[in-house]
C-alpha cells in the first residue's frame, strides 16, 4: 500500500517569510510520481508539479522550489518570500499503477 | 475550455434517498476519479476507472457506486447515502494513470458539497 504523511497540519508565517512544507511517502514501486496541489479558500484544486521517481533533479519556479530526495522519501515545497495570495491549503500526492494517494494537506496561513 | 464538470454543486439530502453525482469531462480523457475531502483526512480516492467498462475501487468505496459507460462520463451513485457520507466529493480526469501510459496530471472538477441529513 502506498502513503503519504503530511506531518504539518497548519503552518503560519508572516509574509515575506521562506516556508517549508514537508511530505514524506511509502510506495513500493520502483517507478511513482509525485505531485503537488494547491487548494486556495475557493476551494479548486490546482496543479503545481510533478516529479518523477527516476529524476531526483530540484526543481524551481519563481518562489517556488522542490526538493526530491529518494533517500528519505521527501519531496519538500519552499515558498520563497511568502505573499499573502499563497495561503492555502497544500497538498502531496503520489500516483503509482493505478491509485492516487493524497496526503491530509498543509493549511498555510501568510499574515500581512 | 478544458474541463471536467460536475453536478450538483450542492446538495442537501435525507437518509437513504438515492442520489447521483454527475461527472463529465470534454478532454478525451482515459482516467476518471473520484475523491472525498473531509476536515483532517484530506483527499481520498473512492473509485477510480482507467478506461471505458473498467472500474476499480480506491481506499474509501463503501456505500459508493460508479459506472463507465461512456468515456466523458464517471457518475457517483450513492444508493442509500448515510450522514457518514456527508462530504465535499471531487471528481477527477487524466489522459492517463499509472506507470504504463506515464502519470499525468489530474484536472479537477469544482467539487459537490453534499450534506445528507
Known amino acids: 500500500a502506498q502513503k503519504v504523511t503530511q506531518a504539518q497540519t497548519e503552518i503560519s508565517v508572516v509574509e515575506k517569510e521562506d516556508v517549508t512544507l514537508d511530505c514524506v511517502y511509502e510506495?513500493?514501486?520502483?517507478?511513482?510520481?509525485l505531485f503537488w496541489y494547491k487548494q486556495p479558500p475557493s476551494g479548486e484544486l490546482v496543479f503545481l508539479i510533478r516529479r518523477n521517481s527516476f529524476d531526483e533533479q530540484n526543481e524551481i519556479s519563481g518562489r517556488y522550489s522542490w526538493n526530491f530526495q529518494k533517500s528519505t522519501s521527501s519531496f519538500n515545497f519552499t515558498i520563497t518570500a511568502s505573499q499573502v495570495v499563497d495561503s492555502a491549503v497544500y497538498f502531496c500526492a503520489l500516483s503509482g499503477y493505478q491509485k492516487v494517494t493524497f496526503g491530509t494537506g498543509t493549511k498555510l496561513q501568510v499574515i500581512p | 475550455e478544458a474541463q471536467v464538470t460536475q453536478n450538483p454543486r450542492y446538495l442537501i439530502t435525507v437518509t437513504g434517498k438515492k442520489l447521483t453525482v454527475t461527472c463529465s469531462q470534454n478532454m478525451n480523457h482515459e482516467y476518471m476519479s473520484w475523491y472525498r475531502q473531509d476536515p483532517g483526512l484530506g483527499l481520498r480516492q473512492i473509485y477510480y476507472?482507467?478506461?471505458?467498462?473498467?472500474?476499480d475501487k480506491g481506499d474509501v468505496p463503501e456505500g459508493y457506486k460508479v459506472s463507465r459507460k461512456e468515456k466523458r462520463n464517471f457518475p457517483l451513485i450513492l444508493e442509500s447515502p448515510s450522514p457518514n457520507q456527508t462530504s465535499l466529493y471531487f471528481c477527477a480526469s487524466s489522459l492517463g494513470q499509472g506507470v504504463a501510459s506515464g502519470a499525468n496530471v489530474l484536472t479537477f472538477g469544482a467539487g459537490s458539497r453534499l450534506t445528507v441529513l
Open positions: 510506495t513500493r514501486d520502483t517507478t511513482y510520481y
Open positions: 476507472s482507467m478506461n471505458v467498462e473498467v472500474t
